[in-house]
Nanobody, 122 residues
């Protein structure tokens, strides 16, 4: 499966952005989908994930209550709605597909998009 992330940009603290991840190839419903981010000089970290139906979601503590992950399998697209953004949310955001069980570890994900940059200014 090929993944294409989009929707990044510059926003002031307190603002919102919605990221999209469009998939092509195999049906999206075969995969648990996740969002990760990587800030300059830091390791890639888990942000959020959703199971095949979108009925179960997982969040990092740092984004819980501010971010929401969702998916539309018919459109082969996964979304990350980001509200109340903070400067520490600045990073390149990646979507990823996992053919196995839920994990917050990047190594467990089989396919990755190219990343989209989110910059939050104070």
């Amino acid at each position: 499966v090929q993944l294409q992330a989009s929707g990044g940009g510059q926003v002031q603290a307190g603002g919102s952005l919605r990221l999209s991840c469009a998939a092509s190839g195999r049906t999206l419903s075969s995969y648990l989908m996740g969002w990760f981010r990587q800030a300059p000089g830091k390791e890639r970290e888990f942000v959020a994930a959703t199971n095949w139906s979108g009925g179960v979601t997982y969040y990092a503590d740092s984004v819980k209550g501010r971010f929401a992950i969702s998916r539309d399998n018919a459109k082969k697209t996964v979304y990350l709605q980001m509200n109340s953004l903070k400067p520490e949310d600045t990073a390149v955001y990646y979507c990823a597909a996992n053919s196995g069980a839920y994990s917050y570890q990047p190594l467990r994900y089989d396919y990755w998009g190219q990343g989209t940059l989110v910059t939050v200014s104070s």
